[in-house]
């Protein structure tokens, strides 16, 4: 009888925990939907995405999204374009070279590496990688996307490790064994055995990295500044979808104001773009099963 108390206030308390979150999520998509729905009858929707100027909070305001959102990839394609070279690296020689000894001591680096506060990257890039930046390119601007992106891709290189290292070690041993058999070089099994057979994983972590830079808010704030501008070179700097949060966020706008509303339909299209990312993400796994 107690026993099935005890099981009962458990599936009640997790009933409720399910509740809370499932709420929570729906609630937070109202508020940004409302409150995006009240700015679109303001600005016109067409010109919200496809205007290339962004200054909300200056006269003649402009709301064309194209720069935070250029920014925004800008960052997430130069950071994976370095981090995944170097992450798939380290998953490679954790799964098939390192010893135990190495791996006992690499695998807990990385998560130190992973947990380092934002901001510290961020001081990190303004303060070290810009100033080696300016002796290789002297034209570089103080606050950078080079330098955001760099930073951006050390944080996120942990995330791409312990997930292509976890793809790799959950094939199955048949797979390098019978390499081996048929007398191929351990490269030659990581390169057309493994790394293929796992490659809808390594697909997802690549994603799931590329939605953790996109959201990364701090350490970009500090390194790549906070200017609004469409264009493709890393050199100069440039504004983020999340900067512009921290910086709407200051409470300088009068709430009500069409420059506040922003703050709510910029949210909402971080949210989607996020959301896209991680759906295409599960897409790589169960497409593959």
């Known amino acids: 009888m107690r026993a099935k108390l005890i099981d009962k206030i458990i599936h009640i308390l997790l009933l409720v925990c399910v509740s809370v979150s499932l709420l929570t999520t729906i609630i937070v998509i109202y508020i940004l939907l409302k409150e995006s729905f009240v700015f679109f009858q303001s600005v016109s929707f067409i010109s919200f995405f496809t205007g290339t100027q962004?200054?909300?909070?200056?006269?003649?305001?402009?709301?064309?999204?194209?720069?935070?959102?250029?920014?925004?990839?800008?960052?997430?394609?130069?950071?994976?374009?370095?981090?995944?070279?170097?992450?798939?690296?380290?998953?490679?020689?954790?799964?098939?070279?390192?010893?135990?000894?190495?791996?006992?001591?690499?695998?807990?680096?990385?998560?130190?590496?992973?947990?380092?506060?934002?901001?510290?990257?961020?001081?990190?890039?303004?303060?070290?990688v810009t100033p080696m930046l300016k002796h290789i390119f002297p034209s570089i601007q103080v606050f950078n996307a080079l330098s955001a992106s760099i930073v951006v891709s050390m944080m996120i290189?942990?995330?791409?490790?312990?997930?292509?290292?976890?793809?790799?070690?959950?094939?199955?041993?048949?797979?390098?064994?019978?390499?081996?058999?048929?007398?191929?070089?351990?490269?030659?099994?990581?390169?057309?055995i493994l790394l293929p057979a796992a490659r809808s994983r390594v697909g997802a972590a690549v994603v799931l990295a590329m939605s953790r830079a996109i959201g990364e808010t701090m350490a970009v704030t500090l390194a790549a500044g906070a200017t609004p501008t469409l264009t493709w070179n890393p050199l100069k700097s440039i504004q983020t979808i999340t900067s512009y949060i921290v910086q709407i966020s200051s409470g300088n706008v009068a709430m009500g104001d069409v420059a506040y509303k922003t703050l709510f339909v910029?949210?909402?299209?971080?949210?989607?773009?996020?959301?896209?990312?991680?759906?295409?993400?599960?897409?790589?796994?169960?497409g593959r099963k």
């Open 54 to 128: 962004w200054h909300p909070l200056l006269l003649p305001r402009a709301f064309g999204v194209l720069p935070l959102v250029g920014g925004s990839l800008m960052i997430v394609f130069f950071s994976i374009i370095i981090a995944l070279p170097f992450g798939l690296l380290v998953a490679i020689y954790l799964n098939s070279y390192a010893k135990a000894s190495v791996c006992t001591v690499v695998k807990p680096v990385l998560e130190v590496l992973g947990g380092i506060p934002t901001i510290v990257y961020g001081y990190f890039g303004l303060n070290f």
């Open 157 to 192: 290189l942990p995330i791409i490790a312990s997930l292509c290292d976890d793809a790799l070690a959950a094939l199955p041993d048949k797979l390098k064994y019978g390499g081996y058999a048929l007398g191929a070089m351990p490269s030659e099994v990581m390169m057309y």
């Open 266 to 286: 910029i949210a909402a299209l971080l949210f989607c773009i996020t959301l896209t990312m991680n759906m295409f993400s599960n897409h790589f796994l169960i």
